[in-house]
């Protein structure tokens, strides 16, 4: 029964932590596996952590004694600790970016029961001279549809308290965390931190506008003109489209022109990245109609190549990278002698000496 006696009441949660940790520990496992469920099955995005936690016992009377004790005792208003804490068990979801947030928001109001939620974000933005971590909190327990089915039910009276950061936020949080001494505090120490938590945010920001940019590039380069002929035609080659020349290749449209010829792959974008800074160290004016053109005139010959060394050499692999590198080095065996191990360049030679042998 509540009361007003603190150690009392303190006594009374320490008996109710210990004899349920162990269900707690299993609500929070189930809650993790579930949102986890949801977030694969409903698209929210890339999510780097998900996480759980049980609060520790004397954590919790401590934030009990720091932020409510005093006003409900100078109320006299009877109290038991538990009612009162509301993060016993508590989840975190870091994603990548803070526009995922609202999106993960949403799909957990649509699959659980919604208590309360505190947004961190728009409470700080709304501060002109406050810092501090940013993020979205929610209050939450398990809708009427699962808190009925027979594995859930056991649960179905633990709320917990899910919090969604992006990658940027949470590391910030991490930080802040560590800053011990942020109220009285000389006004000089208090810009300065407000500057490292501006600089986080600006962070978060520019992190987003670079992915949306990013998005913008591909969707540009996947209208761009590009031949529609196709590339193992020789009879073709005096009528080739051409691509509009001027711009220097990169990972964008190398992958629209690379995916053009094969289909069938796909490339890595870190793979790409670094391909394409490989091709560009031999050669920073290499153009993408140099690239689209090396393909068409070259790629026949390398993949006749390619199925002579699979038959030399059964078990290897001949990738598209192998195949492109091949045609690079064709088109200009001067400045791309070095797209080839020696090795490699020397075997590719001599199957071109025997081939023109072989014709003429």
Request: glycine content about 4%; charged content about 30%.
């Amino acid at each position: 029964m509540a009361s007003l006696d603190f150690e009392q009441e303190k006594s009374i949660f320490r008996k109710f932590y210990d004899s349920n940790r162990r269900h707690l520990v299993a609500a929070k496992n189930t809650y993790i596996r579930i949102i986890s469920s949801l977030i694969t099955q409903f698209d929210g995005g890339e999510v780097t952590k998900i996480e759980g936690r049980v609060k520790e016992r004397e954590e919790c009377i401590k934030k009990f004694n720091r932020k409510y004790q005093r006003e409900l005792e100078a109320d006299e208003r009877a109290y038991e600790i538990r009612d009162f804490i509301s993060d016993l068990i508590g989840i975190r979801i870091v994603c990548l970016y803070e526009d995922q947030i609202t999106v993960l928001s949403e799909m957990l109001q649509h699959h659980f029961r919604i208590l309360d939620v505190t947004d961190k974000i728009a409470s700080m933005e709304s501060t002109e001279d406050s810092f501090g971590y940013k993020g979205l909190h929610m209050d939450l327990v398990l809708n009427e549809e699962m808190a009925s089915l027979p594995k859930y039910l056991p649960y179905a009276d633990c709320p917990v308290e899910v919090q969604i950061r992006s990658l940027i936020q949470d590391a910030w949080s991490v930080l802040d965390h560590k800053i011990k001494y942020k109220k009285s505090i000389p006004i000089d120490l208090k810009r300065r931190i407000n500057v490292l938590s501006a600089l986080f945010e600006l962070a978060d920001r520019e992190f987003m506008e670079i992915r949306n940019a990013t998005t913008e590039l591909i969707q540009q380069e996947t209208v761009a003109p590009i031949s529609d002929l196709p590339d193992e035609a020789p009879e073709t080659m005096g009528q080739m489209v051409k691509v509009a020349s001027g711009k220097t290749v990169n990972a964008f449209n190398f992958l629209r022109i690379a995916g053009h010829f094969f289909r069938d792959f796909e490339f890595d974008d870190s793979k790409v990245d670094d391909f394409v800074h490989d091709i560009l160290k031999l050669n920073k004016d290499f153009q993408k109609s140099d690239l689209h053109t090396c393909l068409i005139r070259n790629l026949k010959i390398i993949r006749e190549y390619r199925d002579h060394f699979i038959a030399e050499n059964p078990g290897k692999t001949f990738s598209p990278y192998t195949s492109v590198r091949h045609c690079l080095y064709l088109h200009d065996p001067e400045t791309f002698g070095r797209i080839l191990s020696k090795g490699v360049r020397e075997r590719f030679t001599d199957w071109l000496s025997e081939s023109l042998n072989t014709s003429v």
